[in-house]
């Protein structure tokens, strides 16, 4: 089965090729929960918002993205593999080399400092590199989300911004063609969350990445591409239009 | 696989760095509990071969019926004095028919806590031994053994200090004698570096048997003469107890020093026996066998085998505590390392997140837990190496001089 195609929001002579795609999933757990969401795709540099209330699933669905998880019923499509039809051993290489992810808690590695944090993901997998250019690329990741003179600072010497900033320069350093992010603005101040999730979609879209983020803050919505509303139990409601939900 | 050891090398050495403070702890406890046993066999290899060094200076060891180890440990080790001694006449018993040569011994004085030994020069040829400066030669004169002359504070030739009064609250008892160091002995890693060694005269002076005082009809001091005695050669002053007893062995004065009495009944604790041969040593053995001999004659290397059998057998089950404990205190750090790694399962469950296998995740925590038992070699390996050049001051210290 071909990945499902859609049309960008924008006029194109020819249909794309997502980058990330997904029929509609179907995941349940032994305690009763299911999650159920609708089909949807990203193209390269697109963003997904997934907004509902905690506990809804979001953070699910985002495993089933990542291949952590893998859904009772439906597919996922990656970076140009079906990442529900792979081994684990592929869909860990997947998520080692073509996505990125960001979480809400920042995940970071508290005995390396921020350059080591960057640089973490190049040392987990085989596939990977870590060379001077590799280096290169973080340095200049750092300096992208503000932080070119802190890169020999302890995480634990950082304020929360600046600890999501890493995460984000953290998830890009592979060069992903798709990044998740779990409420990467759900432990910060309010007058950092604009700040941060647009400092997100600017990175992923200057990489070319499509992104999805899972946030129940509805202050960012409107930035965003599309929106996908899942709630208890409940079919999700794709809004595929930009902006705002529906 | 390069890049893997690598990358497990970064993340271990930031880790261990990061709690470098339980990374020590836990390698010093490795280190400790491995090398406490290899230790403990290093110094009592070593304890055994200064024993039986010691055995070998001295074939036969006579001194009187009584406890074997005293005599052992007092006439070979200077440690304590023995209960019972014996006389000089005794030692004609074994050098009568030219069976053995006695080098006698007297202890039980000290110099600044330093044991005082007397004995005959023969006691260095026996030992083989030369000193810095000269040997001993007459009454107050001594040679000092090369750990005694540092602790009396760097004692050269031509130095002088006071033996230890006996007793600080007996006024009438023997007071110090003053002693002349002529020579420092070269370190033996035995016994005699921790000793001072005078003539038997000198000791028998010590003890008071032996004195120096004023010519009684020239002192001035009233009562230093209580009557006089016409004889044949002439009118002898008798001294009385007023009259002054020097105790200085100031130069040229050794030869007024006296003794009353015949020094063939002087006391001394034991005596170092040579037998010339094989023969003349199973002879003398067996003239010291009587029920109602009042001497012993013992072989003190047959002694330090059956005490050292008693050691090992202490040894072995010290040993086998300290392997024990070592165990125990393995399988401590073992749980504390799994703690400290469960404590970070945030972090490896990001690594999984990220990506990586269990396999990556398995070796990341096996570079840390070598690089810890790596560290607690390395101290166990120090332990074990500085234990030999420790051993002769922890022996010393241990043994209390022994």
Same mark, same amino acid.
């Given at each position: 089965?071909?990945?499902? @195609?859609?049309?960008?929001?924008?006029?194109?002579?020819?249909?794309?090729?997502?980058?990330?795609?997904?029929?509609?999933?179907?995941?349940?757990?032994?305690?009763?929960?299911?999650?159920?969401?609708?089909?949807?795709?990203?193209?390269?540099?697109?963003?997904?918002?997934?907004?509902?209330?905690?506990?809804?699933?979001?953070?699910?669905?985002?495993?089933?993205?990542?291949?952590?998880?893998?859904?009772?019923?439906?597919?996922?499509?990656?970076?140009?593999?079906?990442?529900?039809?792979?081994?684990?051993?592929?869909?860990?290489?997947?998520?080692? @080399?073509?996505?990125?992810?960001?979480?809400?808690?920042?995940?970071?590695?508290?005995?390396?400092?921020?350059?080591?944090?960057?640089?973490?993901?190049?040392?987990?997998?085989?596939?990977? @590199?870590?060379?001077?250019?590799?280096?290169?690329?973080?340095?200049?990741?750092?300096?992208?989300?503000?932080?070119?003179?802190?890169?020999?600072?302890?995480?634990?010497?950082?304020?929360?911004?600046?600890?999501?900033?890493?995460?984000?320069?953290?998830?890009?350093?592979?060069?992903?063609?798709?990044?998740?992010?779990?409420?990467?603005?759900?432990?910060?101040?309010?007058?950092?969350?604009?700040?941060?999730?647009?400092?997100?979609?600017?990175?992923?879209?200057?990489?070319?990445?499509?992104?999805?983020?899972?946030?129940?803050?509805?202050?960012?919505?409107?930035?965003?591409?599309?929106?996908?509303?899942?709630?208890?139990?409940?079919?999700?409601?794709?809004?595929?239009?930009?902006?705002?939900?529906? | 696989?390069?890049?893997?050891?690598?990358?497990?090398?970064?993340?271990?050495?930031?880790?261990?760095?990061?709690?470098?403070?339980?990374?020590?702890?836990?390698?010093?406890?490795?280190? %400790?509990?491995?090398?406490?046993?290899?230790?403990?066999?290093?110094?009592?290899?070593?304890?055994?071969?200064?024993?039986?060094?010691?055995?070998?200076?001295?074939?036969?060891?006579?001194?009187?019926?009584?406890?074997?180890?005293?005599?052992?440990?007092?006439?070979?080790?200077?440690?304590?004095?023995?209960?019972?001694?014996?006389?000089?006449?005794?030692?004609?018993?074994?050098?009568?028919?030219?069976?053995?040569?006695?080098?006698?011994?007297?202890?039980?004085?000290?110099?600044?806590?330093?044991?005082?030994?007397?004995?005959?020069?023969?006691?260095?040829?026996?030992?083989?031994?030369?000193?810095?400066?000269?040997?001993?030669?007459?009454?107050?004169?001594?040679?000092?053994?090369?750990?005694?002359?540092?602790?009396?504070?760097?004692?050269?030739?031509?130095?002088?200090?006071?033996?230890?009064?006996?007793?600080?609250?007996?006024?009438?008892?023997?007071?110090?004698?003053?002693?002349?160091?002529?020579?420092?002995?070269?370190?033996?890693?035995?016994?005699?570096?921790?000793?001072?060694?005078?003539?038997?005269?000198?000791?028998?002076?010590?003890?008071?048997?032996?004195?120096?005082?004023?010519?009684?009809?020239?002192?001035?001091?009233?009562?230093?003469?209580?009557?006089?005695?016409?004889?044949?050669?002439?009118?002898?002053?008798?001294?009385?107890?007023?009259?002054?007893?020097?105790?200085?062995?100031?130069?040229?004065?050794?030869?007024?020093?006296?003794?009353?009495?015949?020094?063939?009944?002087?006391?001394?604790?034991?005596?170092?026996?040579?037998?010339?041969?094989?023969?003349?040593?199973?002879?003398?053995?067996?003239?010291?066998?009587?029920?109602?001999?009042?001497?012993?004659?013992?072989?003190?290397?047959?002694?330090?085998?059956?005490?050292?059998?008693?050691?090992?057998? %202490?040894?072995?089950?010290?040993?086998?505590?300290?392997?024990?404990?070592?165990?125990?205190?393995?399988?401590?750090?073992?749980?504390?390392?799994?703690?400290?790694?469960?404590?970070?399962?945030?972090?490896?469950?990001?690594?999984?997140?990220?990506?990586?296998?269990?396999?990556?995740?398995? %070796?990341?925590?096996?570079?840390?837990?070598?690089?810890?038992?790596?560290?607690?070699?390395?101290?166990?390996?120090?332990?074990?190496?500085?234990?030999?050049?420790?051993?002769?001051? %922890?022996?010393?210290?241990?043994?209390?001089?022994?």
């Amino acid at each position: 089965m071909e990945p499902p @195609t859609r049309t960008s929001t924008k006029p194109a002579s020819a249909p794309i090729t997502p980058v990330l795609a997904a029929t509609e999933l179907v995941f349940k757990r032994s305690s009763g929960f299911t999650l159920s969401t609708p089909a949807f795709a990203l193209n390269a540099g697109e963003s997904l918002a997934v907004r509902g209330p905690s506990g809804s699933g979001k953070s699910t669905l985002l495993a089933l993205l990542s291949g952590e998880l893998l859904p009772w019923s439906g597919r996922v499509f990656a970076a140009g593999s079906e990442i529900t039809a792979e081994s684990e051993s592929a869909r860990r290489a997947y998520r080692a @080399t073509r996505c990125g992810q960001v979480f809400q808690t920042f995940e970071l590695v508290g005995s390396l400092d921020v350059l080591a944090n960057v640089l973490l993901p190049l040392r987990l997998h085989s596939s990977l @590199t870590l060379n001077a250019a590799a280096a290169a690329h973080a340095r200049e990741l750092l300096a992208r989300v503000g932080l070119a003179d802190k890169e020999h600072r302890a995480i634990q010497a950082l304020s929360h911004g600046e600890r999501q900033r890493v995460a984000i320069a953290r998830a890009l350093v592979t060069q992903p063609r798709i990044v998740l992010a779990d409420e990467p603005t759900g432990n910060l101040d309010p007058a950092l969350k604009r700040a941060i999730a647009e400092l997100l979609l600017h990175e992923a879209r200057s990489a070319g990445a499509a992104l999805v983020v899972a946030t129940h803050d509805e202050s960012i919505l409107p930035l965003f591409d599309s929106t996908l509303s899942i709630g208890d139990l409940a079919t999700g409601n794709l809004n595929t239009g930009g902006g705002a939900p529906r | 696989m390069i890049a893997l050891l690598r990358h497990s090398s970064y993340i271990a050495a930031r880790s261990l760095r990061h709690s470098w403070k339980r990374s020590a702890l836990l390698a010093i406890v490795l280190g %400790v509990s491995l090398g406490l046993p290899v230790a403990l066999t290093t110094l009592l290899a070593q304890a055994s071969t200064d024993m039986r060094a010691r055995a070998a200076v001295s074939p036969l060891l006579l001194g009187a019926r009584g406890s074997e180890a005293d005599l052992v440990f007092g006439t070979l080790f200077f440690a304590a004095q023995p209960a019972r001694g014996l006389a000089m006449r005794d030692l004609a018993r074994v050098e009568a028919e030219s069976l053995a040569t006695a080098i006698p011994i007297a202890v039980g004085a000290t110099a600044r806590k330093t044991p005082v030994v007397g004995t005959t020069i023969d006691y260095f040829a026996a030992t083989a031994q030369t000193a810095r400066g000269r040997m001993f030669a007459t009454i107050g004169e001594c040679v000092v053994g090369a750990n005694a002359a540092r602790a009396l504070g760097g004692v050269t030739p031509g130095d002088r200090f006071f033996t230890d009064p006996a007793s600080l609250s007996d006024l009438a008892g023997v007071f110090p004698l003053e002693l002349t160091a002529t020579g420092v002995l070269a370190p033996t890693q035995s016994p005699d570096d921790d000793a001072i060694f005078v003539d038997l005269r000198t000791m028998w002076t010590i003890r008071g048997l032996g004195h120096r005082h004023d010519e009684p009809a020239q002192s001035a001091t009233p009562g230093a003469v209580i009557g006089t005695v016409a004889t044949a050669s002439g009118d002898h002053k008798i001294a009385g107890e007023a009259l002054p007893i020097a105790r200085a062995a100031a130069e040229g004065v050794a030869s007024d020093f006296h003794f009353h009495g015949s020094t063939d009944d002087f006391p001394i604790d034991g005596a170092i026996v040579r037998p010339v041969d094989a023969k003349a040593q199973a002879i003398l053995l067996g003239r010291f066998t009587g029920t109602d001999e009042r001497l012993q004659l013992m072989r003190p290397d047959l002694f330090t085998e059956r005490v050292l059998e008693r050691i090992f057998g %202490v040894g072995r089950v010290l040993g086998a505590v300290a392997g024990a404990i070592a165990l125990l205190v393995a399988l401590v750090a073992t749980s504390t390392f799994a703690l400290s790694i469960r404590l970070r399962a945030d972090e490896l469950a990001l690594m999984r997140r990220l990506g990586a296998s269990r396999g990556r995740v398995a %070796v990341f925590i096996a570079a840390e837990a070598m690089a810890l038992v790596c560290a607690g070699l390395a101290i166990a390996t120090a332990i074990a190496a500085c234990t030999p050049l420790a051993a002769p001051f %922890v022996l010393r210290a241990a043994s209390g001089g022994l």
